[in-house]
């Protein structure tokens, strides 16, 4: 079982598209561990989030304990899991676990979508080699990370979009 999920859930944080996972509720144990491979998670203002294990006796087992340790380092990751508190919102947004807190409301998918809209216009082959150099820079080394970004780079330069944006003589 940790084997399968944990391939699952790696394999949906290796996406080549920016992924979100809205939380609505409680994410606790697995739930976290599902939001924790997505890219963004955002959160409603009454949502709840935890990774009980250590309760249950057990630690994480898909791949959670890792990406918490990657994130934030040793210290924090470890107070995380070692506390096994429920964190609300507020408190995961202050910790860099959620990107947004929008109210609870019947269109909190629709407000999600309209968030989220600001990353992911545009090229979608721009967004597919950003998503995929990311990836990269997080679990390889420096020297093969910057081989695939000198190579995501080479994709586009000269491409469509790129040539298009310097046609409208873009403003930063």
């Known amino acids: 079982m940790?084997?399968?999920?944990?391939?699952?859930?790696?394999n949906l944080s290796q996406l080549p598209l920016i992924s979100?996972?809205?939380?609505?509720?409680?994410a606790l144990?697995?739930?976290?561990?599902?939001?924790?491979?997505?890219?963004?998670?955002?959160?409603?203002?009454?949502a709840r989030f935890a990774f009980v294990q250590k309760k249950m006796g057990v630690?994480?087992?898909?791949g959670a304990g890792t990406r918490l340790v990657r994130k934030f380092g040793t210290l924090k990751a470890?107070?995380?899991?070692a506390s096994a508190r429920t964190m609300d919102a507020?408190?995961?947004?202050?910790?860099?676990?959620?990107?947004?807190?929008?109210p609870h409301s019947e269109n909190v998918l629709g407000l999600t979508k309209s968030w989220l809209h600001n990353y992911c216009d545009?090229?979608?082959?721009?967004?597919?080699?950003?998503?995929?150099?990311?990836?990269?820079?997080?679990?390889?080394?420096?020297?093969?990370?910057?081989?695939?970004?000198r190579k995501l780079f080479s994709e586009l330069w000269g491409g469509e979009s790129h040539l298009k944006a310097q046609k409208s003589k873009l403003k930063h």
């Open 2 to 10: 940790s084997g399968f999920i944990g391939q699952c859930l790696t």
């Open 20 to 26: 979100v996972a809205l939380v609505e509720g409680n």
């Open 29 to 46: 144990g697995g739930g976290a561990e599902m939001a924790m491979s997505c890219d963004f998670m955002v959160m409603s203002d009454d």
């Open 59 to 62: 630690i994480t087992g898909f």
């Open 78 to 81: 470890l107070e995380i899991l």
């Open 90 to 102: 507020t408190e995961c947004e202050q910790l860099g676990l959620a990107s947004k807190i929008l």
């Open 122 to 149: 545009g090229d979608p082959k721009v967004v597919r080699n950003l998503k995929a150099m990311v990836v990269a820079a997080s679990s390889l080394s420096l020297e093969d990370s910057h081989a695939i970004e």
